[in-house]
Each structure stands twice: as C-alpha cells, then as structure tokens.
C-alpha cells in the first residue's frame, strides 16, 4: 500500500510499504527513473546522490530499508540509527530545492517516492538470517567479497548484494546511484551487474566529508562529540600514504608506513589520557589494493593506480560525564567507520 500525499504539492512524496504497490506506481511512470538505495538516518550524501539522479532522470525513488542480512549476530542491528521523520523532512526540502533550480532549458526530476517496506516483504519466504551457513536465497559475488570487508564481515557483502538484487528487481530503475565511501560495495555491485545482466546503470557518486575530512556516514551519528574528534585521523592516515604515492613511491611499504606510524601515533596520545577524555579505537584493517581485484598489492602499477582504504572501530566511551554529548545510543555501542582514496593511474 502507498500512504497517498497530495500530488499537487513539490514537496510531498508518496511511500510505498510493499511491492505490488510500488511496481504498480513504477510501470505509471513515463521517462527515466533513478534509484537511490539507502538505510535511512540520511546525511549531506545521500543528498548529494539524490540530487546527481535528479539531475540525470526525470523521477527519483529512494529506498529506505535498514537490511537485517548485511549484519552479524555480533553488529550493530539494533544499534544503527532510525530517523524517519527526519529523512522525510529532508527529502521534501529537496524536492523544493529541486523545484526552485530547475528551468525550462534544464528541467531537474525530484523525487516522487520512497520505498520503506517491511522486512517481511522484502523476505517474503524463510525469515532473514545473518548466520554464515543461513538457509534462505541469497546472492553471493566472489571472491570479491573475501576482501577488506569481507575478511572481518563474512556475510555483510551477501546481505548488500542480495538486498540490492531485490531492489533492482522491484524499482527497475534506469539507473542506481551509490557514494565512492563504500568503493568495495560499488565495485561488487558493478560486478553484479554485468554478471547477471541486470539492465541499469551503476553511477557512483564522489564521497562527501565533513570540513576535517571525517567522510559522512548514518553511523557519525553514535559517536557524540568525544569520538568525533578524533575519528579523522583515519582520513589523515590515507591522505598521508597518498601524498607519499603522489611523489612517486610505489612500493607498499613506501606508501603504507607512513599512515600506519600517523595512526599508531594517535592511539599513544589517547592512551596518556584519562579513562573520562580518551578514545579507544581498533584497526580492522590498512588496505593497498588493486582496483579492479581488490587483492593487496606489494607494488602500485601506475598505469592503473590503487585503492588506499581503511576501516576503524570506535569503541565504547569508558567514563562519560555528566552532560556530555555522547551521541545518539549514549556512547555504549562500537561504531565501524570506513574510508578509502582512489590513487588515480598516470602515465
């Protein structure tokens, strides 16, 4: 069913709940239509997103599904943060933004529909399960998903490319639109796509970072002001292994010890401080990779470049004070934080 808005308004926007509704509505549409998968809790680039398929389609849906099968029993499910009235209030001040830059020499699309169903209709047979020898229907992309990610989340990447699969299927959209943030899930679902033949455009779009270079994420929204702070060093960390690429090292070694020095120096500083003012944090993991296998390399081909990436676990606050801003949650759960720099190839 679709919760009707008035369709007179700019800035009302129809939510469909299941997927007969919304394929019924999607097959209405004439034109191009692009989709913009998300879990909610959106921020400056998922924005960013949305207006890029504005820009390149004449209607946007945008999908709002917090996806159980990408998290481990072990994750944050519970955790991960729910802010519908927010995103909606978000998307209709788009939608007037939209509406305001668009003109008759260049007319912007905007976005007409958000696809919010259940988790029932999105596994509308056995429940969804995250366990790894889970029975159910699920899409699986190796060995692409045995890398980064994947060495510490062994299912994360069968929920992502399941879930999309699903979404692909339902919107049927002329093209999707993902951010360069998450550049190993871009590279799989590129890879789904041509595997399967499934007929849409993958477009990525650049990542968005706060005026630090903390790239934006739903999960920022856990780390309160305490965390937040030092959360960029993982930024700072690759920028310093691509400033070192950049004065032509290619050795792995030449590029990674510089930003694995930058981070063990932070991680002394915050362990001199006090339990009440420190931030405890967790490497996953430094990442030199091939662009297009994701496999660690030893030394960067320049005429394809790499991937530099990482990803950190913030821990728990130890002795919060009183009044402190925390972070939505309190500061009691982990929050994994990823980013990455593509070294761009050069003759």
């Known amino acids: 069913m679709a919760e009707q808005k008035d369709p007179s308004s700019s800035t009302n926007v129809l939510v469909f709940r299941d997927v007969p509704s919304l394929r019924a509505y999607r097959t209405s549409l004439g034109g191009s239509v692009g989709l913009v998968p998300t879990m909610g809790a959106l921020h400056t680039g998922h924005l960013s997103l949305m207006r890029q398929a504005a820009s390149e389609n004449a209607h946007v849906i945008v999908s709002i599904y917090v996806n159980p099968t990408q998290f481990a029993p072990n994750e944050d ?12 209030g978000m998307i209709q001040d788009l939608n007037v933004e939209l509406g ?9 699309g905007r976005i007409e529909a958000i696809f919010a169903p259940t988790t029932k209709n999105m596994y509308p047979t056995l ?30 990447f069968r929920g992502v490319t399941t879930v999309c699969m699903k979404l692909f299927n339902i919107v049927k959209a002329d093209r999707v639109y993902f951010g360069q943030k998450d550049i190993q899930q871009t590279i799989i679902i590129k890879r789904m796509v041509k595997d399967f033949f499934i007929d ?28 937040r702070k030092v959360a960029h060093f993982l930024y700072e960390a690759l920028k310093r292994a691509e400033n070192y690429f950049n004065q032509g090292r290619t ?18 500083v915050q362990l001199e401080l006090e339990p009440r003012k420190r931030v405890r944090f967790d490497i996953d993991y430094l990442s030199l990779a ?17 991937i530099l990436s990482g990803a950190i676990k913030m821990l728990p606050l130890e002795e919060p004070s009183i009044g402190e801003d925390c972070g939505m949650g309190g500061g009691g759960a982990t929050v994994r934080l990823i980013d990455n720099i593509i070294l761009q190839p050069r003759q």
């Open 77 to 88: 499910l519970d955790a991960y943060p729910r802010t519908w009235d927010t995103d909606v």
């Open 100 to 108: 305001r830059r668009s003109t008759p020499e260049k007319r912007l």
């Open 200 to 227: 849409t455009e993958v477009k990525i779009g650049p990542t968005i970072r706060d005026p630090d270079g903390l790239a934006l994420s739903s999960r920022n929204l856990l780390l309160g002001e305490r965390r």
């Open 251 to 268: 050795l792995r070694k030449e590029i990674m010890d510089p930003a694995v020095n930058l981070v063990l120096g932070v991680a002394i």
């Open 290 to 306: 091939d662009p297009e296998s994701l496999e660690e390399l030893d030394v960067v081909d320049i005429s394809k470049g790499a």
């Open 127 to 156: 429940p969804p399960s995250s366990e790894q020898d889970a029975k159910g229907s699920f899409v699986t992309i190796t060995p692409l998903s045995s890398f980064l990610e994947g060495l510490s989340r062994p299912i994360f």
